[in-house]
């Protein structure tokens, strides 16, 4: 019904930056949220950023000022700028999306892209 495909994940040294992508095609007839998780080893699954249909959005307290999420004006792709990157974000970055009707700053998001790996080395 719908599906999310991510690109931009990979290798970087900690300082550096990296920009996730993540398309949404399929049947998105409805208003829909966006978001970016991300899940490291050992520790559950985290709400990164997250931008709504009209524009709002949300940033983890403890990323603010270095990640930025932004979405094209068809409102159908999502990408993630991620500056001054650090080893403790490694983790898999998801992107996802819900129906509008519901917050968009929270976990339960209707569909999930596969995942891509992120590492920030030291």
């Known amino acids: 019904q719908v599906q999310l495909v991510e690109s931009g994940g990979g290798l970087v040294q900690a300082g550096g930056s990296l920009r996730l992508s993540c398309a949404a095609s399929g049947r998105t007839f409805s208003t829909y949220h966006m978001g970016w998780f991300r899940q490291a080893p050992g520790k559950e699954r985290e709400l990164v950023a997250a931008?709504?249909?009209?524009?709002?959005?949300y940033y983890a307290d403890s990323l603010k000022g270095r990640f930025t999420i932004s979405r094209d004006n068809a409102k159908t792709t999502v990408a993630l700028q991620m500056n001054s990157l650090k080893p403790e974000d490694t983790a898999v970055y998801y992107c996802?999306?819900?129906?509008?009707?519901?917050?968009?700053?929270?976990?339960?998001?209707?569909?999930w892209g596969q995942g891509t790996q992120v590492t920030v080395s030291s």
């Open positions: 931008i709504s249909w009209g524009g709002s959005i």
């Open positions: 996802a999306l819900k129906w509008t009707g519901g917050p968009y700053y929270t976990s339960n998001y209707d569909y």
